[in-house]
Each structure stands twice: as structure tokens, then as C-alpha cells.
Antibody, heavy 121, light 106 residues
Framework: QVQLQESGPGLVKPSETLSLTCTVS?????????WGWIRQPPGKGLEWIGNIYQSGSTYSNPSLKNRVTVSVDSSNNQFSLTLNSVTAADTAVYHC??????????????WGQGILVTVSS | EILMTQSPATVSVSPGERATLSCRAS??????LAWYQQTPGQPPRLLIY???TRATGIPARFSGSGSGTEFTLTIRSLQSEDFAVYYCQHYDNWPTFGGGTKVEIK
């Protein structure tokens, strides 16, 4: 059974960098598929942030204006998200998820539980 | 960006009845459409992908239909655990989600 778990700071100051890691168990990232990040501001809907393939190929949401970097660490079966120059609008629950096809744009299954990141001074 | 619009925002349904949820895309997404269920404090759970294919372990009372720009999620004989928020998501190119439909107890 594939499981994903997000980790990282729950509080980030405005203008600084948000960094999160997703640890995958029950499946080897090196075996394939894309791995993605999605966020959900409190009480609001879902926004796709970006994704990465085991080869390192990445895609990100154009609306995030090049603030996003997604990286992979296959040796530890993890992938990570960095989001630069954060503002209060980046406050959200951040989920990681598997995209169960070897193409960049698919559905997400399963999802991690999510981690709340608050941007505040 | 392809905009996904869900309607209604909230639907009130009695247990045992049927709920019909709609999702409209601002341009054709073919059959590249997924549905998710989210309960409070939980991550979204995949119900349907490819517009009409049930995900593993999803009960047969959930069914999806549609293609192009108009999609429907039907939940037959609502059970207590089905009262939740439902989201559609296209993946024809970079993914976007609908705003959600809340299914509440009537």
C-alpha cells in the first residue's frame, strides 16, 4: 500500500522560502510515475503546484510565476517542494500525491494527509 | 488555464436518495476528468478517473459520465459516509480543480 507523508515547518515568514518534503513508502519513486504537490488554502479549493518524474523532469503551475522548484531524492524515496518569496496568500494545507501514470498530467492517487503551512511574521 | 465550474455549490439530499453533481470545463478536456471526495480533516480521495472509471475500492453507487465540457457525478442511494465535499479536476493539460460541491444531509 502506497503511503505519502509531508514534513516541514508549519510557519514561514513573509518573503522567505517554504520548503517541504514528501516521504513515500510502499512504492519506489525510481519505479516511475510523476509525483505532485497540491495545496488548499483554509476553507477553499484545491490548486495544483507542480510535479516531478523520477528522471527529474518537472512541471509547475504557470500562475505561480517561477517561484516553484520540485526536486527528487530517489535514494531516500522522497521528493521536495520549495516555494520562494512567500506571502500570506501562500498559507494553505500542502498535500503531496502520486500521479499513477508516466505522463505529467493525470489524476492524483493516493494523497498525503497534508501539512498546514502558515505564512506570518 | 482551463476553468472548472461545479454546480450546485451545495446540494441537500436525504440518506438513500440520489445526488447528481455537475462539472463544466471552459474548453474541451476530452475524457481527462477526475472526481474526488473530501471529508473534514482528510485529504481528497480519488473516486473516478477518465470521466467514468471507478478507482480501486470505490463502491458501484458512484458513477461518472460525460466528455468534452460537461461531466456528471452520480451517487445512488446516499450513505452516511457520502456526505462530503466533491471536487472535479481536469488533466488535459496542467491540472485545475472545480470549486467543489458540498453534499449535505437534508
Amino acid at each position: 500500500q502506497v503511503q505519502l507523508q509531508e514534513s516541514g515547518p508549519g510557519l514561514v515568514k513573509p518573503s522567505e522560502t517554504l520548503s517541504l518534503t514528501c516521504t513515500v513508502s510502499g512504492y519506489s519513486i525510481s519505479s516511475g510515475y510523476y509525483w505532485g504537490w497540491i495545496r488548499q488554502p483554509p476553507g477553499k479549493g484545491l490548486e495544483w503546484i507542480g510535479n516531478i518524474y523520477q528522471s527529474g523532469s518537472t512541471y509547475s503551475n504557470p500562475s505561480l510565476k517561477n517561484r516553484v522548484t520540485v526536486s527528487v531524492d530517489s535514494s531516500n524515496n522522497q521528493f521536495s517542494l520549495t516555494l520562494n518569496s512567500v506571502t500570506a496568500a501562500d498559507t494553505a494545507v500542502y498535500h503531496c500525491a502520486r500521479q499513477p501514470r508516466s505522463r505529467p498530467f493525470t489524476w492524483f492517487d493516493p494523497w498525503g494527509q497534508g501539512i498546514l503551512v502558515t505564512v506570518s511574521s | 488555464e482551463i476553468l472548472m465550474t461545479q454546480s450546485p455549490a451545495t446540494v441537500s439530499v436525504s440518506p438513500g436518495e440520489r445526488a447528481t453533481l455537475s462539472c463544466r470545463a471552459s474548453q474541451s478536456v476530452g475524457s481527462n476528468l477526475a472526481w474526488y471526495q473530501q471529508t473534514p480533516g482528510q485529504p481528497p480521495r480519488l473516486l473516478i478517473y477518465a470521466a467514468s472509471t471507478r478507482a480501486t475500492g470505490i463502491p458501484a453507487r458512484f458513477s461518472g459520465s460525460g466528455s468534452g465540457t460537461e461531466f456528471t457525478l452520480t451517487i445512488r442511494s446516499l450513505q452516511s459516509e457520502d456526505f462530503a465535499v466533491y471536487y472535479c479536476q481536469h488533466y488535459d493539460n496542467w491540472p485545475t480543480f472545480g470549486g467543489g460541491t458540498k453534499v449535505e444531509i437534508k
